[in-house]
């Protein structure tokens, strides 16, 4: 599989990365609630991640719960370096904030081995 690193261009993307790096798997809810995004522009980033071999999903019910695929050494030191500093720590914060205030979270009946 090719990873194609032009989906990295984005802020919203990469920070999108670091918060499933440091959560394991989220829904688009929860990223909607996490970075303050509708659903639609959720999705779209989503789809380019899964499509560049970023992420994979899993379907459970009517949710479908986003984490990071198996990628390379190098990309995986990439994703933990987004989110060990990458991003700038106050919108990470803040966003790991809203996504433990946020009150629609779903639970998960399986939950991912890691």
């Known amino acids: 599989m ?5 989906v990295l261009s984005d ?11 440091l959560e394991s798997e989220l829904c688009v809810c ?6 303050g995004e509708i659903q639609p522009v959720m999705s779209r980033h ?5 499509d560049a ?3 994979t ?4 019910g009517r949710r479908v719960y986003y984490r990071l695929a198996a990628v390379p050494g190098w ?6 370096a987004l989110a060990g500093g990458g991003i700038p720590s106050k919108a990470l914060t803040a966003s790991r904030a809203r996504l433990a205030r946020f009150e629609g979270r779903p ?5 991912r081995a890691s």
């Open 75 to 80: 990309a995986r030191l990439f994703v933990r």
């Open 30 to 35: 929860e990223l909607e609630a996490a970075l």
């Open 107 to 111: 639970a998960r009946l399986t939950r």
């Open 2 to 6: 090719r990873f194609d690193l032009d």
């Open 57 to 60: 999903s899993r379907r459970e």
């Open 53 to 55: 071999g970023w992420v």
């Open 11 to 21: 802020g919203t993307r990469r920070h999108m990365l670091a918060l499933l790096q």
């Open 46 to 50: 989503l789809a380019l991640l899964r």
